[in-house]
T-cell receptor
Framework: GQQVMQIPQYQHVQEGEDFTTYCNSSTTLSNIQWYKQRPGGHPVFLIQLVKSGEVKKQKRLTFQFGEAKKNSSLHITATQTTDVGTYFCAGPRAEAGSYQLTFGKGTKLSVIP | DGGITQSPKYLFRKEGQNVTLSCEQNLNHDAMYWYRQDPGQGLRLIYYSQIVNDFQKGDIAEGYSVSREKKESFPLTVTSAQKNPTAFYLC?????????????FGPGTRLTVL
């Protein structure tokens, strides 16, 4: 079943406003990945976080991994219309020996010009 | 250019017919995956393969079958036993099957069963 919860499911922002999506797991994650899917497109890998408390930045995007490695967030500063899409987090299954990633249900971002 | 190709982009089938979705990669990746995407449901794993001639069921394998006879190819058959086959199907691959490897996705096939 679903092991990675992502909120909110939808977010509408005015262009220039900030945006944050959160990813939570009931178990400790060895790593977490973030993907972006543009409307009508396919998921594209953005970044991976591995260390406790890790923070990584990609231009206006800031990714954080919690100290307990059970949660993560993606923050976009000053959104632009090019940020439109669905953002997914993905973490490893909790089962021993599993090679599967579990994806969150995603946060769909709409940016109003 | 290296990448993953899926064909066709749109597919229409009548209820009760089996249909096979193509997935080819030239990235020399060992691991390949099939996901199903429905609105509001995220990505759900159907089948995955860590290596040629080997594959495992994912969360929603019922009504689907796969084969992995070649490293670069991982076709998915949607059988008539799949109760609600209309969906967006995504194929992905990664260098290895470890979960710290990023997954590369194909453009997807949108299947509509009439």
């Amino acid at each position: 079943g679903q092991q990675v919860m992502q909120i909110p499911q939808y977010q509408h922002v005015q262009e220039g406003e900030d945006f944050t999506t959160y990813c939570n797991s009931s178990t400790t994650l060895s790593n977490i990945q973030w993907y972006k899917q543009r409307p009508g497109g396919h998921p594209v890998f953005l970044i991976q976080l591995v260390k406790s408390g890790e923070v990584k930045k990609q231009k206006r995007l800031t990714f954080q991994f919690g100290e307990a490695k059970k949660n993560s967030s993606l923050h976009i500063t000053a959104t632009q219309t090019t940020d439109v899409g669905t953002y997914f987090c993905a973490g490893p299954r909790a089962e021993a020996g599993s090679y599967q990633l579990t994806f969150g249900k995603g946060t769909k971002l709409s940016v109003i010009p | 250019d290296g990448g993953i190709t899926q064909s066709p982009k749109y597919l229409f089938r009548k209820e009760g017919q089996n249909v096979t979705l193509s997935c080819e990669q030239n990235l020399n990746h060992d691991a390949m995956y099939w996901y199903r995407q429905d609105p509001g449901q995220g990505l759900r794993l159907i089948y995955y393969s860590q290596i040629v001639n080997d594959f495992q069921k994912g969360d929603i394998a019922e009504g689907y079958s796969v084969s992995r006879e070649k490293k670069e190819s991982f076709p998915l058959t949607v059988t008539s036993a799949q109760k609600n086959p209309t969906a967006f199907y995504l194929c992905a691959s990664s260098v290895g099957s470890a979960t710290y490897n990023e997954q590369f996705f194909g453009p997807g096939t949108r299947l509509t069963v009439l």
